[in-house]
């Protein structure tokens, strides 16, 4: 072995056995290192980073998905793109999400805005009731089981309903992200937020209305973006995508009936 200059050779000779070599250089992330996801499923929708495995990491299997480093990547994004996913969220016939954030499915997105939806549902739906009994003079006390409820209707279903349809579309042969799904759904509570805003008008058709429209766009966005995937699970796909969208039409119902249905009794209900 000779070094001349700095640099180390290695003499022609025969060696025995295989020399060790550091891994290549690889693309930095926004936060660090390359973006690697943990591995989200057997078979994903979400195509591999560029310059990364498609593996992803191995070590400690199971277990290290128990650590909060191992999810880093997935809230490696920043303002702009938050905002053009929201932007897709609210036009939904353009169905283009899934392939956007194939490579970097985000849950900073969805958790920001499911508990600002919760947040939001809460206090609008105090403030409309307490306009209620205000007009009619009746008294009125402030229910903090608002806040409550509001949190389990809404992390519950978008955690539990990307759940659910991950294991279904396991079962069918054609399995997808469920991160990407978390994603998906995260984003398509957005239009909840405005339509819950507009619910301060005290017009039950108006109500009616921008529940049904706020719940016909985040159905048709979850439903449509999921379609071309879901066609890979055979004959039944079309069972599967009416099945998501009239799930999340009834979570447009439910939050009309519960949060922005008042009626002004005696005493506060």
Not at 210 to 218: L, P, Q
Not at 244 to 250: D, G, H, K, T
Request: charge should be neutral; proline fraction near 6%; aromatic fraction near 16%.
């Amino acid at each position: 072995m000779m070094s001349s200059g700095g640099y180390t050779t290695i003499d022609d000779q025969k060696i025995s056995g295989s020399v060790p070599t550091f891994p290549p250089s690889e693309a930095q992330g926004k936060i660090s290192g390359v973006f690697r996801p943990p591995p989200d499923a057997d078979d994903t929708f979400s195509k591999p980073a560029p310059g990364s495995s498609s593996d992803g990491p191995q070590t400690g299997g199971w277990m290290s998905r128990l650590t909060i480093g191992s999810y880093k990547p997935y809230f490696d994004v920043d303002t702009s793109d938050v905002l053009e996913r929201i932007k897709d969220s609210l036009f939904p016939f353009k169905a283009t999400f899934t392939e956007k954030t194939a490579n970097n499915p985000d849950l900073y997105g969805p958790f920001w805005i499911c508990t600002t939806l919760i947040f939001v549902v809460a206090a609008i739906s105090a403030f409309v009731a307490y306009l209620a009994h205000k007009w009619q003079k009746k008294a009125w006390d402030y229910d903090i089981s608002l806040v409550t409820w509001s949190a389990g209707i809404f992390y519950g279903y978008v955690s539990l309903v990307p759940l659910g349809l991950y294991l279904i579309l396991k079962y069918f042969s054609a399995p997808s992200g469920l991160v990407q799904l978390w994603c998906l759904y995260g984003y398509s509570l957005f239009i909840f937020i405005p339509a819950s805003c507009l619910s301060v008008v005290p017009v039950e058709v108006f109500r009616w209305v921008v529940a049904g429209v706020a719940g016909f766009t985040s159905a048709a966005f979850v439903a449509l973006n999921l379609r071309t995937h879901i066609m890979s699970a055979g004959e039944r796909w079309f069972l599967i995508v009416a099945g998501i969208f009239f799930l999340q039409l009834a979570l447009a119902v439910v939050l009309k009936f519960y949060f922005f249905t008042i009626t002004v009794g005696a005493s506060s209900s």
